[in-house]
């Protein structure tokens, strides 16, 4: 594909960076100073679309197969992340997407971003986001449950129970 997602804590070079100053000055001073970042891999440019985040296990990002969704983990009390999907806040990591804004082919705002797992993991870590190919379906770990996100109608379902010996990932 033409884009590729990572995370760093490292500037990136030839980058572009599309998060608001002010959220990226609070994150970076609070010392989150992990972002996700979207290449294209054909010009060899970096964006910057989260402000520096606290990561927890790690942040996980990972790119929808058409390329129009970046799904992620991080500590839900990051400054700047808004559950737009709902939810408690909780100090566990919960899963979030972001849904770049393009134009000439290349993002030019981050998007807003969206909570996948906000209403049903409170309490519990969620990981291990996948992600369909349109963005439209997240699934992910919650505890030792598969669970599934339609990110379109807002809906949640517990797709496998709890299993005595927990599920692998």
């Known amino acids: 594909g033409r884009f590729a997602v990572f995370a760093s804590d490292q500037p990136q070079p030839n980058a572009k960076n599309l998060i608001p100053a002010e959220l990226e000055k609070a994150a970076r001073a609070k010392g989150n100073a992990w972002t996700v970042w979207m290449r294209n891999v054909i010009s060899g440019t970096n964006f910057a679309m989260t402000p520096g985040i ?18 992620f983990v991080s500590n839900p009390q990051t400054p700047g992340i808004e559950t737009a999907g709902g ?3 909780d100090p566990q990591p919960d899963i979030f997407q972001i849904k770049p804004v393009f134009s000439g082919g290349n993002p030019i705002l981050s998007g807003p971003l969206t909570c996948a797992s906000c209403k049903d993991a409170v309490g519990q870590p969620a990981a291990s986001p996948a992600t369909s190919a349109n963005g439209g379906s997240v699934a992910y ?24 010996g927990g599920i692998s990932t």
């Open 141 to 164: 770990t919650l505890g030792n449950s598969l669970w599934l996100r339609d990110m379109i109608n807002g809906t949640s379902n517990q797709m496998v129970p709890p299993a005595s």
């Open 87 to 89: 939810g408690t806040w």
């Open 54 to 71: 606290s990561t927890g296990a790690g942040t996980q990002p990972q790119i929808s197969p058409d390329g129009t969704t970046i799904t």
